[in-house]
């Protein structure tokens, strides 16, 4: 939670000598506020002045980073409680438990199983972040073996977990490149945990049981100098883990309460992958930075990246495809030409269905600031002169010899005004994508 450009004024200097680039404090003061300048710009803040600011400045969630290159994950970095406020911003990360107790082969077919869960949908790309990998064995050779493994088999970031710190050092040997998130500092091992995880610059779960023990843990790891932490309230029941959740949040949020000021990290608990993942959206709507989860099916995990698809988008932003002309399989001179918006559920919920028409067709989106067909018309976006001017931007008349064009059933209005506007022959399609199928049917076989 930033302060104003005010706030931020009245610890400055008040020179006005210009040498960080605007040329008074209170200019310097408003930049610092948008975000657009650098307090190190300035030669004269003072050291107490720095400390102020640079706390107070801190976002109220911490950004935490794991992995490397593509596969880096970022987490935390949150300004609001609830999504209607603004936005939320970095998605709950998800990913999967795998034991050190599997032999080669089921750790190696595990490892791709997960690197193998990559959906396409709404014209997005979901991916998982995590391949936990557990030392089930309690032993150091066989963890290490196992970690070295599985991260050999996926570029899914891994996550470490074992409470002994020798097991720790010795998986970090064999992982340490990937930044690995560490599971876990507890009370009797944080001392060792938080000098493993500093010297190989990785982040580090701290676990306790309870908020109060967890807020003095994770004052003493931060005062040893670590500050790349994911915190675990080490709840197992679903309740109480959404409780602290929501405690954590709130106090970050609204108190500034720095210790609670960290991405969280849950386990799900239950054994039936339905009622798992059921349990997951729950974290996942309120408020849990990663999710590690049993089932890694991909019918099971699907659901739980949608919904978390859903809310992690900008709420006054639809998604959107863009404005052109669209093919489905191989179209000729003869393709059908369907008429749509560009917004992304419409989208694709059209081009899914002209797909299953076995018909190679063309889709021409047209640009509704990302409406739908009929809030798009209402609003006056979806007019016969705009969509006649897209049609010839797009070269339409070039692409097919007949003129035809399937609009929306829900604008069948738009019939004659279409027709005068672009001197295409229009024919009014089903209301519902759903249609799309049958009236294909009818139309061209
Ligand atoms: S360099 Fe510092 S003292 Fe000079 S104008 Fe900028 S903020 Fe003020």
Known sequence: MGLTGLEIYKQLPKKNCGECGPPTCLAFAMALANGKAQLSTCPYVSDEAKANLESASAPPIALVKAGDGD????????T???????KFYHETSVGFKVSDSLNEEELEAKAKEIEDLVFERVGLQYKVQFVAVVNDSQDAETFKKAVAKVAANTSVTPMLVSEDPAALEGALDVAA???????????DNYEKMTELAKGKGCPLVVKAEGLEALAELVEKVVALGHKQLVLDSGQTEASKIVGDLVQMRRQAIKKKFRPFGYPSIVFTTEEDPLAEITQAITYVSKYASIIILNTTKKAHVLPLLAWRQ?????PQVPIQVEQKLHEVGEVNEDSPVYLTTNFSLTYYSVQGEVESTKIPSYILSV???GTSVLTAYAAGKYEAEKIAEVMKKVGLDDKV????MIIPGYVAV????????????VIVGPREASGIVAFAK???S
Not at 80 to 86: A, G, I, S, T
Not at 310 to 314: A, F, G, R, S, V
Request: glycine fraction near 6%; avoid cysteine.
């Open 414 to 425: 738009l019939k004659g005004k279409l027709e005068e506007a672009s001197g295409w022959n």
């Open 80 to 86: 609001e409680l609830f999504r209607h406020d603004k």
């Open 177 to 187: 490149d990937k930044k690995p998130l560490i599971y876990a500092a507890t009370a």
């Open 401 to 404: 010899k007949h003129r035809n």
């Open 310 to 314: 859903n809310l992690y988008t900008d």
């Open 71 to 78: 596969n880096q994950v970022e987490m935390g970095d949150e």
């Open 367 to 369: 640009d509704t600031d």
């Open 442 to 444: 009818s139309q061209f």
